[in-house]
Each structure stands twice: as C-alpha cells, then as structure tokens.
C-alpha cells in the first residue's frame, strides 16, 4: 500500500493550501492528518470516518475541513486561516479494517495503518 500526499507549500499568513493524499485498495475505514511541528510532538489535526464524520485537534477547529472522495480513495484537508503555528509536516494516514469471520462464528477484525510521506506547509508572516 501507498499513499501519493500532495498539496504543501509555502503561504503567508491568513492564506490557505489544500492538501490531499490518496491510497489504493479497499476497506478503508478512517483516514486524516497528523503532524509534527516544531512546537509539538506529532499531534492529531484531523481525521474522517469511513461514514464521513471528521473530528478536529482544537488548534485547527474552525479553520480547517477534512473530506474524503470513497470513490477515489483520497482525502483532502482544506486549510484556511492558516497561522505561523501550522507551519510543520503533514503526515496523512489510512487505517483499513477487515472482518473474518471465525470457525465459532465470531467475527475478528484486522486492522492496517499506514502513513503518507510528511508534506511541508510553511507559514510566513
């Protein structure tokens, strides 16, 4: 599995950038962004369930919109407001989930997460 991250830059304050990253297969469930800036050890900024639900980390509340296209297997992080302190490298992950079923008739579910390469977003004043 691989995952293609796109969309990082540099931007001045108050400016957006969109970032996208897109994964191959199936049976993906959940999907977002974390990342690492200099501030900070890798924090949550986003993250999307399979259902399209999106949370937020609080820092980018109100300023950022997670999405995801199921058809094309990608997920995007609209950012706007951008700050100096959203200057770090973003890192998208994928977390696929399968279901097998068991020779009791329970179901046991197995769980892969992978991670985009980083992509960084520079905000200058």
């Known amino acids: 599995v691989q995952l293609q991250a796109s969309g990082g830059g540099l931007v001045q304050i108050g400016g957006s950038l969109r970032l996208s990253c897109a994964a191959s297969?199936?049976?993906?469930?959940?999907m977002g962004w974390y990342r690492q800036t200099p501030a900070k050890a890798r924090e949550l900024v986003a993250n999307?369930?399979?259902?399209?639900?999106?949370g937020y980390g609080d820092p980018v509340k109100g300023r950022f919109t997670i999405y995801r296209d199921n058809v094309q297997n990608t997920v995007y992080l609209q950012m706007d407001g951008l700050k100096p302190e959203d200057t770090g490298v973003y890192y998208c992950?994928?977390?696929?989930?399968?279901?097998?079923?068991?020779?009791?008739?329970?179901?046991?579910?197995?769980?892969?997460?992978?991670w985009g390469p980083g992509t960084l977003v520079t905000v200058s004043s």
């Open positions: 999307i369930t399979s259902g399209g639900v999106g």
């Open positions: 992950y994928v977390r696929y989930m399968r279901y097998v079923g068991q020779p009791d008739g329970s179901v046991r579910p197995y769980e892969n997460l992978y």
């Open positions: 297969g199936s049976e993906i469930n959940d």
